[in-house]
C-alpha cells in the first residue's frame, strides 16, 4: 500500500468553494483501479493550505490515476481556485505504531517495499 499526500494553496476568498468542489469530486474517485481510500484536511493554522490524502494500493494504480485524463480533467475543474501548483508526495508504508493505554507506542506492523 502508498499513500499519497496532495498539498493545495488555495485563494484567499475561495476555500468555502473549493471545500465544496473537492467533495464532489473525491467521490467521482473511488471506484478507480487500486483506490482503497481518501480523506480531505485543512490546516489549521493555515486556512487556504488544503491536503487530500489518500491509499492506494500501488504505486502503479496512483500512477495510472495521476496520469489519466479523468484526473486532468479534474484539475481543470480545481485550477480555478488554486495560487499555485499542487504539491505530491508519495509515501510507502514501512512502519505502523498504534497506541495502547499505559504503554508507550511500539510498532505493530513492518512492511517491506
Known amino acids: 500500500m502508498i499513500k499519497?499526500?496532495?498539498?493545495?494553496?488555495?485563494?484567499e476568498g475561495l476555500e468555502k468553494a473549493y471545500q465544496e468542489k473537492i467533495r464532489a469530486l473525491m467521490l467521482q474517485?473511488?471506484?478507480?483501479?487500486?483506490?482503497l481510500k481518501g480523506d480531505a484536511y485543512r490546516d489549521v493554522h493555515h486556512p487556504n493550505h488544503f491536503y487530500v490524502i489518500s491509499n492506494w494500493e500501488n504505486i502503479e494504480c496512483w500512477e495510472r490515476w495521476q496520469s489519466s485524463p479523468g484526473r486532468q480533467q479534474l484539475l481543470g475543474e480545481l485550477a480555478p481556485f488554486m495560487?499555485?501548483?499542487?504539491?505530491?508526495?508519495?509515501?510507502?508504508?514501512k512502519v505502523s505504531y498504534e497506541a495502547q493505554p499505559a504503554k508507550y507506542a511500539r510498532p505493530t506492523q513492518t512492511y517491506s517495499y
Open 83 to 93: 495560487e499555485s501548483d499542487e504539491k505530491c508526495t508519495v509515501l510507502a508504508l
Open 4 to 11: 499519497v499526500i496532495i498539498e493545495r494553496h488555495i485563494a
Open 29 to 35: 474517485i473511488t471506484d478507480r483501479p487500486g483506490f
